[in-house]
């Protein structure tokens, strides 16, 4: 057994020495901690700069950056871990960062083209345009930390963490200091820290991309990736995608003013993440060992875990929102206060099914979850048209309550089938 601070103990070649013990978990919480405190700051300090119309730009951008992040994840980490190799090799970990290095370098491509596209046309790009050159190193420091779970060190995705906060703090401070504080510049301190959050993670793990592997390493994930991009590309419009049609359907600085409201109780992410770094491996080890029973019994666990830390956050931003938004974002923001309270009991009703989703993938089901989504998707676009054109911006976070509604009951209902008809047989 191996504890931080303690000489490891001997793997065989090009494996990884399992961190585990008490200190795992709190590993694992004071990095997703950091690691969403950064982009937190980041929504407050381009609002500060730029006041709601530059957050309301920041905030489509960021939204392509999930939509770009989740399919990343769902073509590598996710199947990676499922697939039930706790100690994966060098090698194979160097081919699925190489994997997520080539899907940074398409994303990047497609956004610079439809950046351009879009100026070209008169529409506003310029967010996009700036995100773009950073995509590699984003999704490369990403799948760095997710591997350090997987792997079972916490530990290095928290000094790669880190390294990413101080110099991308270091670099903001400087381009205040020069007084070009505007969106591209806030967004390339972003992608600065996240090359050398990198660069600590490669260097910790002793993992290098293996040029030759990526695209066969995709390939012979794509069986189960699959369902994992299928239940992301409805699960993405379902949760984010459709606030795209904010702008539209209001205006850019109304969806700066959403943006605020809803990322004043945006750090809850960091349960819903840490739940998923920590609970999807012991979802997996769970019905290894102990079957689909095994899962039933891990599922409400986890639940109650992660739904107990959501209630009391989100009951907190609630009742502090007046204060607090004017406080973290300027004076204007006070009116984003009703927006803050929908959006808090929005993601209490995602965390109430949180542990039977992982179970879920866990059993290698993405299917069902795939059928879910999709159902929610549709349910979220038509309310967010609907509501928004009578209530504005709080509509639109009352349509964001209807779909956590809608996803949080078929959830748990994908899994009662599960349990029904047993987990999917191991696909290597």
Same mark, same amino acid.
């Given at each position: 057994?191996?504890?931080?601070?303690?000489?490891?103990?001997?793997?065989?070649?090009?494996?990884?020495?399992?961190?585990?013990?008490?200190?795992?978990?709190?590993?694992?919480?004071?990095?997703?901690?950091?690691?969403?405190?950064?982009?937190?700051?980041?929504?407050?300090?381009?609002?500060?700069?730029?006041?709601?119309?530059?957050?309301?730009?920041?905030?489509?951008?960021?939204?392509?950056?999930?939509?770009?992040?989740?399919?990343?994840?769902?073509?590598?980490?996710?199947?990676?871990?499922?697939?039930?190799?706790?100690?994966?090799?060098?090698?194979?970990?160097?081919?699925?960062?190489?994997?997520?290095?080539?899907?940074?370098?398409?994303?990047?491509?497609?956004? =610079?083209?439809?950046?351009?596209?879009?100026?070209?046309?008169?529409? =506003?790009?310029?967010?996009?345009?700036?995100?773009?050159?950073?995509?590699?190193?984003?999704?490369?420091?990403?799948?760095?930390?997710?591997?350090?779970?997987?792997?079972?060190?916490?530990?290095?995705?928290?000094?790669?963490?880190?390294?990413?906060?101080?110099?991308?703090?270091?670099?903001?401070?400087?381009?205040?200091?020069?007084?070009?504080?505007?969106?591209?510049?806030?967004?390339?301190?972003?992608?600065?820290?996240?090359?050398?959050?990198?660069?600590?993670?490669?260097?910790?793990?002793?993992?290098?991309?293996?040029?030759?592997?990526?695209?066969?390493?995709?390939?012979?994930?794509?069986?189960?990736?699959?369902?994992?991009?299928?239940?992301?590309?409805?699960?993405?419009?379902?949760?984010?995608?459709?606030? #795209?049609? #904010?702008?539209?359907?209001?205006?850019?600085?109304?969806?700066?003013?959403?943006?605020?409201?809803?990322?004043?109780?945006?750090?809850?992410?960091?349960?819903?993440?840490?739940?998923?770094?920590?609970?999807?491996?012991?979802?997996?080890?769970?019905?290894?060992?102990?079957?689909?029973?095994?899962?039933?019994?891990?599922?409400?666990?986890?639940?109650?875990?992660?739904?107990?830390?959501?209630?009391?956050?989100?009951?907190?931003?609630?009742?502090?929102?007046?204060?607090?938004?004017? #406080?973290?974002?300027?004076?204007?923001?006070?009116?984003?206060?009703?927006?803050?309270?929908?959006?808090?009991?929005?993601?209490?009703?995602?965390?109430?099914?949180?542990?039977?989703?992982?179970?879920?993938?866990?059993?290698?089901?993405?299917?069902?979850?795939?059928?879910?989504? #999709?159902?929610?998707?549709?349910?979220?676009?038509?309310?967010?048209?609907?509501?928004?054109?009578?209530?504005?911006?709080?509509?639109?976070?009352?349509?964001?309550?209807?779909?956590?509604?809608?996803?949080?009951?078929?959830?748990?209902?994908?899994?009662?089938?599960?349990?029904?008809?047993?987990?999917?047989?191991?696909?290597?």
């Amino acid at each position: 057994m191996t504890t931080v601070g303690s000489r490891p103990a001997p793997t065989a070649p090009g494996r990884h020495a399992p961190l585990r013990g008490p200190r795992g978990p709190a590993f694992a919480l004071a990095d997703q901690v950091l690691s969403s405190a950064s982009n937190f700051l980041l929504g407050v300090i381009v609002a500060r700069a730029g006041g709601a119309e530059a957050l309301g730009t920041f905030g489509v951008a960021f939204l392509v950056w999930l939509a770009v992040l989740g399919t990343s994840r769902a073509l590598i980490s996710e199947p990676m871990t499922v697939a039930g190799e706790p100690d994966a090799s060098r090698t194979e970990l160097g081919e699925g960062l190489a994997g997520s290095v080539l899907v940074g370098v398409a994303a990047a491509a497609v956004l =610079g083209v439809a950046g351009l596209v879009l100026v070209l046309t008169g529409v =506003g790009a310029g967010g996009l345009l700036a995100l773009a050159p950073w995509l590699p190193s984003l999704l490369a420091q990403d799948y760095c930390r997710g591997a350090a779970f997987r792997v079972g060190r916490p530990d290095h995705a928290l000094a790669s963490d880190a390294a990413f906060f101080l110099v991308q703090a270091a670099v903001t401070v400087a381009v205040f200091a020069t007084g070009v504080a505007n969106l591209t510049c806030l967004l390339a301190a972003w992608g600065v820290g996240a090359t050398v959050g990198m660069v600590v993670a490669m260097y910790l793990s002793r993992v290098r991309v293996v040029v030759a592997g990526p695209v066969a390493r995709l390939r012979a994930l794509w069986p189960r990736s699959r369902w994992f991009v299928a239940e992301f590309a409805t699960a993405f419009p379902a949760d984010q995608g459709y606030l #795209l049609l #904010l702008p539209l359907l209001l205006s850019t600085a109304e969806f700066g003013m959403y943006r605020a409201g809803a990322s004043l109780v945006g750090p809850v992410v960091v349960l819903f993440v840490a739940g998923g770094n920590v609970g999807l491996p012991s979802a997996v080890r769970s019905l290894r060992d102990g079957g689909v029973a095994g899962l039933a019994r891990f599922a409400p666990r986890l639940t109650a875990a992660v739904s107990g830390a959501t209630i009391v956050y989100c009951g907190l931003a609630a009742l502090l929102a007046e204060p607090l938004l004017p #406080l973290a974002y300027g004076a204007d923001f006070a009116q984003a206060t009703t927006v803050t309270r929908v959006v808090a009991l929005q993601y209490v009703i995602y965390s109430l099914s949180f542990g039977w989703g992982v179970a879920t993938k866990a059993a290698d089901r993405m299917r069902r979850l795939w059928g879910v989504r #999709l159902v929610s998707v549709v349910v979220s676009v038509a309310a967010v048209v609907l509501f928004t054109r009578d209530w504005g911006t709080t509509g639109a976070a009352f349509a964001g309550v209807a779909t956590a509604c809608v996803y949080s009951a078929g959830v748990v209902l994908a899994f009662r089938s599960v349990r029904r008809g047993g987990a999917h047989p191991r696909r290597r």
